[in-house]
């Protein structure tokens, strides 16, 4: 009998189950990926670096371009204050100014350009620590896929076997009502029938576990009424031709999003030492600035209040400069950055 159980067993083993807990829409496993990587939290929180690398990025390129900043102040003065003229009176008045200035950054040591390299490999490890992030939910999904459809085949076996001992348990119940048989066989072939119905019951709980877990990594609302995966979605396909470990190494180099991440990491890292190295140099700026102002005196000066009009014309002056700044002694401040930027170059 024993024999025959075993013999039951592998024939169901090697041929392909067709179980179906629920008659819903199967799910491939392209699905599941495409499915899992829209929602997938993690997935999400890459995209959000990506997109804030690239705010980063047009912000450091615009910082080359001139600003523009425009001002406008009202103050009022009692005693003692100075007049259009800029000469100090004893009396009570009122000056309202705008102004408009504008500077560029001629030569900063080197620093907007090293800021810019960094920002630009910062960016490009982003999109791929965004394409990890979708990789890693793919051999995730896969594992817990296959997981779901080992356990399913595992059910159908269960359940083939189940019914294989209640056919041996009526044929023996059959044989003993007709004295062909002992009693001590009858019962054996119950137990056999009752650890089989444990085993069904064991096989379908890890099938629902297995199900619950790839629904969850899908981040589904809920687990129930998911779908079961379905066995035709996964193919085993042939490569092309079979390369040497040296050539797999060298591809995976190549084309791995975590290894090219931590190339353009380092990358950033040596514009970053250049960017601290830039505090030893000095920088110059051009700025510029129109400004003009009305007076009004309160007592004693009606005769020198020019209407509004004619004191913004008359009253407006331009400047244009350069501003040269040269590093001294920032207290070791530079020294101690261009230490810091060695040292990441180094973690990396």
């Known amino acids: 009998?024993?024999?025959?159980?075993?013999?039951?067993?592998?024939?169901?083993?090697?041929?392909?189950?067709?179980?179906?807990?629920?008659?819903?829409?199967?799910?491939?496993?392209?699905?599941?990926?495409?499915?899992?990587?829209?929602?997938?939290?993690?997935?999400?929180?890459?995209?959000?670096?990506?997109?804030?690398?690239?705010?980063?990025?047009?912000?450091?390129?615009?910082?080359?371009?001139?600003?523009?900043?425009?001002?406008?102040?009202?103050?009022?003065y009692f005693g003692r204050s100075p007049s259009r003229t800029g000469v100090y009176e004893d009396q009570s008045q009122s000056s309202t100014s705008f102004r408009i200035s504008s500077s560029l950054p001629v030569f900063t040591g080197f620093k907007i350009q090293s800021e810019i390299g960094s920002a630009r490999f910062d960016l490009k490890a982003a999109v791929e620590e965004l394409n990890k992030a979708k990789e890693d939910v793919a051999l995730n999904v896969t594992s817990y896929y296959l997981q779901a459809l080992f356990n399913k085949e595992i059910l159908c076996i269960a359940q083939k076997q189940l019914e294989i001992s209640r056919l041996q348990l009526k044929k023996i119940e059959k044989m003993v009502e007709q004295g062909r048989s002992s009693e001590a066989s009858l019962y054996e072939s119950r137990a056999l029938v009752a650890e089989d119905e444990m085993n069904v019951t064991q096989s379908e709980n890890n099938l629902l576990l297995s199900l619950v877990d790839l629904s969850q990594l899908l981040n589904l609302e809920k687990a129930e009424g998911f779908e079961e995966p379905d066995m035709n979605s996964v193919t085993l396909q042939q490569t092309a031709s079979l390369v040497s470990p040296k050539d797999a190494f060298k591809f995976s180099v190549e084309n791995r999003p975590g290894i090219k991440s931590a190339l353009y990491a380092l990358e950033s890292s040596r514009f970053g030492l250049k960017q601290a190295r830039s505090g030893y140099y000095p920088t110059l700026s051009f700025g510029a600035s129109y400004g003009t102002s009305y007076y009004h005196a309160y007592k004693g000066g009606d005769e020198n209040n020019w209407t509004f009009a004619e004191q913004m014309r008359n009253n407006g002056s331009e400047t244009l400069g350069f501003t040269l700044s040269v590093p001294l002694f920032n207290r070791l401040v530079t020294r101690n950055q261009v230490k810091q930027a060695r040292l990441q170059i180094r973690l990396q």
């Open 1 to 76: 009998m024993m024999d025959i159980r075993k013999i039951a067993v592998i024939s169901l083993g090697i041929t392909s189950c067709c179980f179906s807990l629920v008659a819903q829409e199967k799910w491939s496993l392209s699905q599941c990926i495409d499915y899992a990587v829209q929602n997938n939290i993690q997935v999400k929180q890459k995209q959000l670096e990506k997109e804030n690398s690239e705010i980063r990025l047009n912000t450091t390129r615009m910082s080359r371009l001139p600003d523009l900043t425009g001002s406008a102040g009202q103050d009022f």
